[in-house]
């Protein structure tokens, strides 16, 4: 299979430097699948290409661990898995490419922002549904397709048509977003996966979408074909596309983020948020928690260190923050019973879930303002109808103490990914109507430094039975 990326941006040769690959060397990498060659058949300051080569190991096809396992009897001997584009140029392009697909270039950082003229010839690709669909999936995003369909077998033409094209699209753009946009894609257009589908691969299609799938007109379609038509992972999918991209501010989502840390870290209220819940919960009878949302595992690494607890569970829908929560909780290194004790799953607020079930208690911290209020109902299900804890403690930002900070004057919200902050009797209005419909009580109580006119900066609301 060759991949091969031109340019025409002067000097040409700078696309080797986004690749961090050299143009002067030929270079070849092992994979568990076979290997992978990267050279320049030209480069000069008017047009430079790259290529990119995919020798798959066919034997491995057979007796390896990327073995067909279903299929027609001799499938897994005649296939088109060495020869066509698939699932493995995805993983080529994620390790071969890691720091050009991120938009990573420390020798010439400017180039990362640039636009730059590029051409993508792919031989061959194969686009299950003809070439209609190779236009519906790259046109949108901007790209000039052309799509020359091989022929099957001149001599038997009752065979019908072939589903393989040799592909050439043509943008000016990134580099990062055309490959981006390869990684995703071409297993859409495969739908052979060769690795196994599950949870991750959310994950990965939600990071690599970022920015551009949520609008795409066929965003379903896409969603359903790289999952490879597994229902649930692909409605889990569609319904996070809105809640994982930041609503438009005035600053970048990352930026709006420093900013309420700082803000926060200037009076404590982290802390003294966690600590808190932490007295709620001491003074409780409850023996199992689970911290639904539990981020980078501030508030688990809190509860190991209370013998009451007995089982802790942290629940978060990044797989990135359960990586770096299960590095600072140093899991590998608990003694075996500190280890029975503690446990982090992947997982949404959006879908029931058995896991969240048996639970005396379950924590959301600053959490809901990050949900689209129309998912809101989803939430109360699964939380409340569905994993039915005895106690439910909430916490949230509280509106009107934004007037204390000057940068967020003028209604502006704390965090760029918050969907809402409510005020006081917004928030207790929605507890007490919740309470109600699903048989609790709520209670409230300030967190953090209160003022007669604005409340206090958290708002928490424990729901009890």
Known sequence: MLLTISTTYR???????????????CQTANMSFGCVHIFYPEANENRCTAAIVLDVDPVDMVRGRHRQSRGLPLEQYINDRPYAASSFLSVAIARLLGSALKGQCNERPELVNTKIPLEVKITVLPSRGGEAILHRLFEPLGYEVKAERH???????????SPYYTVELKKETLLSELLTHLYVLVPVLDNQKHYFIGKEEVEKLLIRGRGWLKDHPDRDLIAKRYLKYKPSLAAEAL??????NPADNDLPAAQEGE?????????NLNEERLGSVLAVLRSSVC????DLGCGEGKLVRLLLREKQFEKITGMDVSVKSLEIASRRLRLENLAPRQRERVELIHGSLMYRDKRF?????????????HLDPPRLAAFERVVFESAKPG????????????VVWENLAGGKLRHG?????????????????????????????PVGQEKEETGSPTQMAIFSR
């Open 259 to 267: 900013f309420e840390q700082r803000i926060e870290k200037e009076v």
């Open 239 to 244: 319904a996070r596309l809105t809640e994982d």
């Open 417 to 445: 990914d918050h969907r809402f902050e409510w005020t006081r009797s917004e928030f207790q209005s929605w507890c007490n109507k919740v309470a109600d419909r699903f048989g609790y009580r709520a209670r409230f109580l």
């Open 357 to 369: 079930e048996g639970y005396d208690a379950a924590v959301v911290v600053e959490v809901i303002e």
């Open 391 to 402: 106690v439910v403690i909430i916490t949230t930002p509280n509106r009107e103490y934004n």
């Open 151 to 161: 022929k099957l077998d001149d001599k038997f033409t009752d065979w019908g048509e």
């Open 11 to 25: 000097p040409a040769t700078d696309l080797g430097y986004l690749l961090h690959k050299n143009p002067a060397r």
């Open 287 to 290: 023996r199992r928690i689970i």
